[in-house]
């Protein structure tokens, strides 16, 4: 209810609007939110629209709208944006500067980002046999616009805390996109639907991986670490800072000691670490926390390795009193930087491969490149070698059922 009021999640699968090749291989769908009368009024805005792209495993055999993969990945790009000054013309709008489309380039455009997919995960996703779809944020990358003018592109998602205080659920705007994808991948055909993506887009992964069990696996790259750990003004991590946007703050409301940055009534409901334990409730469910050594953003883990540890051990005891339950562990990429670097992709890859162990298996804390459990651990990076991934199976309730592994081999990763 705190996240789309008394209706719950959004059931609708058909999108508003479907936009063939606007990449090679890639449709681009819209989802149309209506705000209500006094929300719009408070923003002057009476829509917001999201756009999704969908990349299926290329050289299949298929129609546009069809699965080529049994599963489907769906990815979030989160705060990003691209970078379009060299196909805007002189004197056009800021939002229409910023607003990803075609010509546009990504900062990773070295390792293959494009203006659809910034981090290039479609290439990587593809390797491991799923078919993607890429999901922004709102008043982010291909979603630039509402609130926006003639001379300032709008931003700064505190732009909804008015449509919050008009009685509408504004984080509606950032979850429903990538419900609604789930609900029309799963009109498609697919069989398994998973869940990944960066800073914002690691948000939004963890709290829909919380409230859709359909979401198999999750993999939040850099997006949360609980509200007791958080450091917004940099007092103690010697690195990047814990800043709240308008959807991750977890302060109290009213908020005292920020009256005009008050927190979401979501995280009194269910905290981060409630999120955590939700996306590997499940038997045939897990999630694999990516974070960052010293991420020059947010989330570092350098310095907090104990505390870490100390949540994840407590997420697990909580599975682990179930009957039957999945899995979840928190990793750190020796990374410096906020994106999706490929040592990210290569404990993401490793976390695929561990979906066949079962709970508690040594496995879940020896995954390539994760230095949260293994500082000396082996980190390989190579190209992938392709090939549709194995359904997920019901892992063994507790943590010693099935035959342990020991840790991964040197798996699969793209070095993009």
């Given at each position: 209810r705190a996240a789309f009021g008394p209706g719950g999640l959004p059931s609708r699968d058909e999108p508003d609007a479907v936009h063939a090749g606007v990449a090679p291989g890639v449709d681009a769908i819209e989802w149309r939110m209506q705000l209500t009368p006094p929300a719009a009024s408070a923003v002057g805005v009476k829509e917001i629209v999201s756009t999704v792209f969908y990349s299926p495993v290329p050289d299949r055999p298929s129609s546009s709208r069809a699965p080529r993969s049994r599963s489907a990945y769906v990815f979030h790009h989160g705060h990003n944006d691209c970078n379009c000054s060299n196909v805007t013309p002189h004197g056009a709008?800021?939002?229409?500067?910023?607003?990803c489309r075609p010509g546009c380039t990504s900062e990773l455009a070295p390792r293959g980002g494009?203006?659809?997919?910034?981090?290039?995960?479609?290439?990587?996703?593809?390797?491991?046999?799923h078919d993607v779809?890429?999901?922004?944020?709102?008043?982010?990358?291909?979603?630039?616009?509402?609130?926006?003018?003639?001379?300032?592109?709008?931003?700064?998602?505190?732009?909804?805390?008015?449509?919050?205080?008009?009685?509408?659920?504004?984080?509606?705007?950032?979850l429903e996109p990538?419900?609604?994808?789930?609900?029309?991948?799963?009109?498609?055909?697919?069989?398994?639907?998973?869940m990944a993506g960066l800073s914002g887009?690691?948000?939004?992964?963890?709290?829909v991986a919380a409230l859709d069990a359909r979401v198999a696996s999750s993999f939040p790259i850099a997006g949360s670490i609980p509200c007791a750990m958080r450091d917004p003004e940099k007092q103690t991590w010697p690195v990047g800072n814990d800043k709240e946007d308008f959807e991750q703050n977890c302060a109290p409301d009213p908020s005292i000691e920020a009256p005009d940055h008050p927190g979401r009534k979501l995280y009194r409901e269910c905290n981060y670490t409630c999120m955590y334990l939700?996306?590997?409730?499940?038997?045939?469910?897990?999630?694999?926390?990516?974070?960052?050594?010293?991420?020059?953003?947010?989330?570092?883990t350098v310095g907090r390795h104990e505390q870490m540890l100390a949540y994840e051990s407590n997420v697990r005891a909580e599975l682990g009193a179930r009957?039957?339950?999945?899995y979840f562990t928190t990793t750190a990429s020796n990374h410096t930087h906020h994106e999706v670097a490929p040592v990210d992709k290569a404990i993401w890859a490793a976390g695929m491969r561990a979906a066949q162990l079962p709970p508690g298996d040594p496995g879940w804390d020896a995954l390539q490149c994760d230095i949260m459990h293994n500082a000396e651990g082996a980190c390989s990076v190579?190209?992938?070698?392709?090939?549709?991934?194995?359904?997920?199976?019901?892992?063994?309730?507790?943590?010693?059922?099935?035959?342990?592994?020991?840790?991964e081999q040197a798996v699969a990763v793209t070095t993009n």
């Open positions: 709008p800021p939002a229409e500067l910023a607003r494009t203006w659809w997919d910034l981090y290039n995960v479609s290439s990587f996703l593809h390797a491991h046999g779809f890429i999901v922004s944020m709102p008043l982010k990358g291909v979603n630039k616009g509402p609130g926006s003018n003639a001379t300032y592109a709008q931003d700064d998602h505190w732009w909804f805390l008015p449509i919050e205080r008009a009685g509408e659920p504004a984080l509606r705007y950032f990538a419900i609604a994808t789930i609900n029309y991948a799963r009109r498609l055909g697919y069989e398994e639907v998973h887009g690691g948000w939004t992964t963890t709290v939700l996306a590997g409730l499940e038997s045939t469910r897990y999630q694999v926390q990516i974070l960052h050594e010293r991420d020059d953003c947010c989330y570092a009957a039957e339950h999945g190579r190209p992938p070698t392709g090939g549709a991934p194995p359904p997920l199976r019901a892992r063994a309730a507790g943590g010693s059922g099935g035959r342990s592994r020991g840790g």
